[in-house]
């Protein structure tokens, strides 16, 4: 058999794994749209863009200045993996906070450091986007885009097992995956022409789309 047509029929034998799982109809449909959504964090967000972008700023960069101090550190590395998983849970959970008009600080996105679900978690959410990136890349953006809730869900239940996390953002995004996909789009876009204002729009931008990641969820759960 030729390498391509090998190499497509496990693309599509993994496809139908991950993207054509069993699960029930839903009913999760989001009623506001991505223009509503952003706007929604204006009164959210109100006076706190610095402190919001300064923590999540801080959260995201830290495991790359831990690995930064010796980047051929195998066990190093290993450790800002685990480490990276657990922040981003509890980013997941500071946005959500956030989004509920709770008074949070960057303690809120360290509390989650215990339990080894974060790192099965992001594992297997890498390994399933990874392969459907190698192997085709528009199955590897829509199972990214399938289970891109199981983040925010553990942050949310942090007693849900793996598996029915998997399942209930496959159930989330079912018929909200190109909404999202927008979502993410604009956000990119804006991140890019916020390049050119030598990235001082991003203390604005950061803040706004993170909190608004989080509302796309708490949106799918009404």
Not at 97 to 109: A, F, P, S
Request: glycine content about 4%.
């Amino acid at each position: 058999m030729h390498k391509p047509k090998l190499l497509n029929n496990i693309a599509f034998t993994a496809f139908k794994f991950f993207v054509l799982l069993k699960v029930p109809i839903n009913n999760y449909t989001l009623l506001i749209t991505n223009k509503d959504l952003v706007e929604k964090t204006k009164p959210i967000l109100k006076d706190s863009y610095l402190q919001v972008f300064a923590c999540l700023l801080l959260a995201s960069l830290l495991p790359q200045i831990v690995l930064s101090l010796s980047p051929t550190n195998v066990l190093l590395n290993m450790v800002v993996v685990c480490v990276s998983a657990y922040i981003q849970i509890g980013i997941a959970l500071y946005c959500l906070e956030i989004y509920k008009g709770k008074n949070v600080g960057l303690e809120t996105i360290f509390s989650r450091f215990n339990g080894f679900k974060p790192i099965i978690f992001m594992l297997i959410y890498t390994l399933i986007v990874f392969l459907g990136l190698i192997l085709l890349v528009v199955p590897g953006i829509i199972l990214g885009l399938m289970y891109s809730q199981v983040f925010f869900i553990l942050a949310d239940d942090p007693d849900i097992g793996v598996i029915e996390a998997f399942n209930l953002s496959s159930k989330m995004m079912k018929n909200n995956m190109w909404q999202f996909f927008m979502l993410n789009l604009e956000a990119l876009l804006y991140f890019i022409a916020g390049v050119f204002t030598l990235l001082i729009w991003w203390i604005w931008l950061l803040p706004r789309y993170s909190i608004a990641y989080a509302g796309f969820y708490e949106e799918l759960k009404k």
